[in-house]
């Protein structure tokens, strides 16, 4: 097997590594969109599939000694308008009749005592549950160092790709401003 990654810039240059690092599952927002395409059982996948990482990336970081800053928190939804915050209670109460295990997680709060909970003037509903946080180019960049450690990884930064053409053959020729590659 031989790997070779084409990275138009440095390793975790750009958004990537200056970005907040943050591992935030979106239980609500996209659910009733979601829900109305693809019925709910499929609609449920994506908050599990999210909360899912929030907890493989903790196992990584920790099997891998990954000094990245990562840590568990609290994060905060909250909605501002009456009509938001009443469709949002009403999926809260959806998503809890399933008996879902993450929504054991989950605190929401509907009226007056949201405002308190959620720190947010005139509030009008508040959720709240785990999410985390870390360092991306430091968790990049670590991940990066070991992939390049097995030696079945050849990395080529500064490297952009320029064209991608099929071959007869079923292969691919990768163009790059340093040459071409072939591959599967």
């Not at 059982?41 to 990245?68: G, Q, R, T, W």
């Not at 909970?117 to 508040?126: L, P, R, T």
């Not at 160092?145 to 292969?171: A, D, F, I, M, Y």
């Amino acid at each position: 097997l031989s790997v070779t990654i084409l990275e138009a810039r440095g390793v975790c240059s750009g958004a990537t590594g200056r970005n907040g690092g943050h591992l935030r599952p979106d239980m609500y927002t996209p659910m009733t969109k979601l829900i109305d395409r693809a019925g709910p059982e499929l609609a449920l996948e994506v908050p599990e599939f999210e909360i899912a990482h929030l907890y493989a990336i903790k196992s990584l970081v920790e099997k891998e000694n990954i000094d990245c800053d990562f840590t568990l928190a609290r994060s905060i939804d909250v909605w501002c308008n009456e009509e938001a915050a009443l469709k949002a209670k009403e999926m809260f109460d959806i998503l809890r009749s399933r008996n879902l295990e993450y929504m054991k997680d989950v605190f929401f709060v509907l009226g007056k005592d949201a405002e308190g909970i959620s720190g947010v003037k005139g509030v009008k509903a508040c959720a709240s549950f785990t999410a985390g946080t870390l360092w991306p180019y430091k968790f990049i960049l670590h991940l990066t160092k070991l992939t390049l450690e097995t030696g079945l990884v050849n990395l080529q930064t500064h490297t952009p790709v320029t064209s991608v053409t099929r071959q007869s053959s079923g292969g691919f020729v990768v163009t790059t401003p340093r040459g071409t590659t072939i591959t599967r």
